[in-house]
């Protein structure tokens, strides 16, 4: 039997040219349920894009982003523990710059998407923000936030896309 149809070799699908950054909100006000839902989700986000697209960045932000995983980089063990051992400390949410950053991440994939996981309390200014996701725009990388909080404060005033 050559019947490719019942005897090929199965192999897994197609990557997907995707540039995705997910940013997760570390400021003092994600402290409790909220940080506990933000990485709840981007655990499960990041699980089911690592099966289909190569480029998936991590960063964490509030008074500084941080960068926990670049996007040409694979997923490690250290990726992992910077994540679990992350805390809820900072004094003020940067929205802005963590947007700035994300996008200059977003270089690899035809579509571009950045991923902001927060409470909607920031430091910065809605119309700061909203310009931010404006030029992110102009880049091609667009910006979705969700809200993990109790109560989603802002985001729609700030992001287009939530």
């Known amino acids: ?11 897994g699908g197609p990557v997907r040219d995707y540039g995705i950054v997910i940013a997760i909100d570390t400021s003092l006000s994600m402290r409790g349920l909220a940080f506990a839902n933000a990485m709840t989700c981007a655990y499960v986000m990041i699980g089911a894009l690592r099966a289909t697209i190569e480029h998936v960045a991590v960063v964490m932000y509030g008074q500084t982003v941080r960068i926990v995983k670049p996007v040409d980089a694979p997923w490690t063990p250290e990726c ?4 679990l051992t992350a805390t809820c400390d900072d004094h003020g949410t940067h ?7 994300a996008t ?14 927060t409470d909607g309390h920031t430091t910065d200014p809605p119309a700061a923000i909203a310009a931010a ?19 989603q404060l802002g985001l729609e005033r700030s992001y287009p896309r939530y």
Do not use: Y
Request: one cysteine or more; hydrophobic letters at 40%; proline letters at 0%.
């Open 1 to 11: 039997f050559t019947d490719t149809r019942f005897f090929s070799t199965k192999t």
């Open 80 to 83: 992992d523990a910077r994540m």
């Open 95 to 101: 929205d802005v710059e963590a947007i700035r950053i």
């Open 104 to 117: 200059a991440m977003c270089t690899e994939g035809r579509e571009k998407h950045v991923f902001m996981f």
């Open 133 to 151: 996701v404006d030029a992110a725009g102009n880049d091609g990388v667009e910006v979705t936030a969700i809200g993990c909080g109790t109560m």
